[in-house]
């Protein structure tokens, strides 16, 4: 925790969801997540539209009981064996998607909502100092109406972060701003966020958001964890096909492996692993196209060119199979044909045949 937040009285908290289970009705949504938010971090649950973030989130809230496990803060279980601890008391601050403000109330009531259990002059004392955290000081009489989806989303952020929680929950935070409001606005919560100290959990689907936000990513599909770690640790080691793909387009082709070395239809390199069938990835922009042959390089023939202003995709056939392409504008002369790929051995991903896609 870093010295303003101390000085602000914050403590950020250690959560865990632990083999937790949840379903509605007589589905299963979320089987057996164990995870845990460590203090002052940026953890970020990532997943396709209906892998159970916000299930999760609402665990953590108390806005949902689990069927099945425990949700523990700083080791005590607050939900779970028996124990349910209401949302009120469990330091947990809620931020939603559509900012959910108030249009009736001004911007200043809007943060003081939820800290109805303070004498009304600390309320507004405490309102006025989150609006300056967020760099909101002189807003205070404006209406919701008045401001820009950015000015909304901090009025949002300043109301979550008033009561001064040890655990802050977003659910898809920036998903209601304009794309070009969108990075300015993130790089300057992201700023809040680490000046507020408190552990903060965001729900996204979009894997840049995460990657740009979060100190570690635990990736989700159709309820379980897929994948923990850092943003790096998930781009430059996915464990699978499914976590491979959901950073960057890729190209899924077959491989063998016989004797050390990896044959694949991209060239071949050492490898250490058993003899048999894999499954290789190589994303879009690890592939080189090159218009004259080298050392080791593949031929291939272009089937298709899209210009993108910086980039171009490129839709290549190399020895039977389509792949794809992503090469800076400009680098390719135009009307070529015929050229030839190549691809570093550490951009090639190896996978256990049949396909990991779970
Ligand atoms: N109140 C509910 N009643 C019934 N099913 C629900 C309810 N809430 C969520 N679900 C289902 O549970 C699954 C997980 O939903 P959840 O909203 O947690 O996923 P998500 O990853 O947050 O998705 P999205 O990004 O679309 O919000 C989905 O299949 C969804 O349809």
């Known amino acids: 925790m870093n010295v303003a937040a101390r000085q602000m009285g914050q403590t950020a908290a250690r959560l865990r969801f632990e083999n937790i289970r949840h379903g509605y009705d007589h589905r299963d949504v979320i089987s057996d997540v164990t995870l845990e938010a460590h203090p002052g971090e940026v953890l970020c649950l990532l997943g396709p539209s209906g892998s159970g973030k916000s299930t999760l989130l609402r665990i953590a809230a108390g806005l949902e009981m689990p069927r099945g496990g425990r949700l523990l803060i700083d080791g005590a279980t607050v939900a779970g064996a028996g124990a349910f601890l209401p949302p009120e008391k469990r330091g947990i601050g809620l931020m939603f998607q559509d900012f959910a403000l108030f249009p009736h109330m001004t911007v200043i009531a809007n943060v003081a909502f939820g800290l109805a259990h303070l004498p009304k002059l600390k309320q507004v004392e405490a309102a006025r100092e989150a609006l300056f955290r967020v760099g909101l000081a002189g807003y205070e009489g404006k209406y919701p109406h008045m401001l820009s989806g950015g000015e909304q989303q901090r009025v949002a952020l300043a109301r979550a972060l ?46 840049e958001e995460a990657m740009g936000m979060a100190d570690r990513i635990a990736l989700l599909k159709d309820g379980a964890l897929v994948q923990q770690g850092t943003p790096h640790d998930l781009f430059v080691h996915p464990e699978t096909l499914f976590a491979a793909s959901f950073f960057s387009e890729i190209n899924i082709l077959p491989g063998v492996v016989e004797g050390g070395s990896l044959m694949t239809p991209l060239g071949a390199m050492a490898i250490s692993r058993p003899d048999g069938p894999v499954t290789i990835a190589v994303r ?25 202003g910086t980039a171009e995709h490129l839709d290549l056939q190399v020895d039977g199979h389509h792949i794809r392409a992503r090469i800076g504008a400009g680098l390719l002369q135009k009307g070529a044909v015929r050229v030839f790929v190549e691809v570093a051995p550490q951009s090639i991903l190896v996978f256990e045949n049949p396909d990991q896609t779970s």
């Open 284 to 308: 879009h922009s690890d592939i080189r196209v090159l218009s004259h042959q080298t050392d080791g390089a593949i031929a291939a023939e272009i089937t298709g060119r899209r210009y993108l």
């Open 162 to 207: 008033a009561p001064r929680p040890a655990v802050l929950m977003m659910d898809e935070p920036f998903s209601g701003l304009d794309a070009r409001l969108k990075d300015q606005v993130r790089a300057d919560t992201l700023a809040i966020l680490r000046e507020s100290g408190a552990t903060v959990i965001i729900v996204t689907h979009d894997p």
